[in-house]
């Protein structure tokens, strides 16, 4: 367990399905991160949360909705998604802006689209 | 826009030998971090860099920086099984909040 907790685990939903993906931190962190994992391609950062507020919406389709109740939860909100969407999603953590000590991440959240 | 390059990407090797993974990045940053990542698993923090000349080692494995150069290796001594993964880099823009991974090497150490 790393300190990042996302659930579910795995997650197989339907293109006209809503679901949400949740992470939660306990480590103090201020900082929140969404990134979304492909098969055969880098890692990419999707959503930035700085004390609960965002910074940074990396063209991220509507279909991807994201919410930072409080500096500990951060959710991402899914509807009318696409086969190519099936992914890991990957929260992480940190200090605000890293500060060099690094980011932490959850253990992910495996989507397939069907 | 921030590029990080790794190479190579794909890497097999024999247990007992050495080798280098390279990562180069393309915006001045002094700060520049290594992750392991198994199958199906999260990343692993495995070093972070944060200066010119910063040299880690942990185990088997060892990471420097030269931040003139604008790269990082990891270095690989006397490989083992245990340490088939993937490696990604990553850097952290000083003036920015985003984390740039590099594409990830697919390390298999063969017995």
């Known amino acids: 367990e790393t300190g990042v907790t996302q659930t579910p685990r795995h997650l197989v939903m339907g293109m006209t399905n809503k679901k949400s993906l949740k992470c939660e931190q306990h480590?103090?962190?201020?900082?929140m991160y969404w990134y979304k994992q492909s098969a055969k391609k880098p890692l990419e950062l999707m959503f930035v949360?700085?004390?609960?507020?965002?910074?940074e919406n990396n063209s991220v389709p509507s279909r991807f909705s994201p919410e930072c109740p409080n500096s500990s939860h951060l959710f991402l909100h899914l509807h009318t998604l696409q086969p190519e969407d099936s992914a890991l999603y990957l929260c992480?953590?940190?200090?605000?802006?890293?500060f060099g000590y690094g980011y932490t991440f959850g253990s992910g959240t495996r989507l397939t689209v069907v | 826009e921030l590029k990080v390059e790794q190479n190579p990407l794909f890497l097999s090797m024999q247990e007992g030998k050495n080798y280098t993974i390279y990562c180069n990045y393309s915006t001045t940053s002094d700060r520049l971090y290594w992750y392991r990542q198994d199958p199906g698993k999260s990343l692993e923090s495995l070093f972070v860099?944060?200066?010119?000349?910063a040299v880690k080692q942990e185990g088997r494995l060892m990471a420097s920086l030269d931040t003139k150069a604008r790269l990082s290796t990891l270095h690989i001594t006397a490989a083992v099984h245990d340490l088939s993964a993937t490696y990604f880099c990553?850097?952290?823009?000083?003036?920015?909040?985003?984390?740039?991974f590099g594409e990830g090497t697919q390390l298999t150490v063969n017995p």
């Open positions: 992480a953590s940190s200090q605000e802006r890293g």
């Open positions: 480590l103090g962190h201020n900082a």
């Open positions: 949360y700085n004390f609960k507020e965002q910074t």
């Open positions: 990553a850097v952290d823009l000083l003036t920015g909040s985003r984390l740039t």
């Open positions: 860099l944060l200066s010119n000349g």
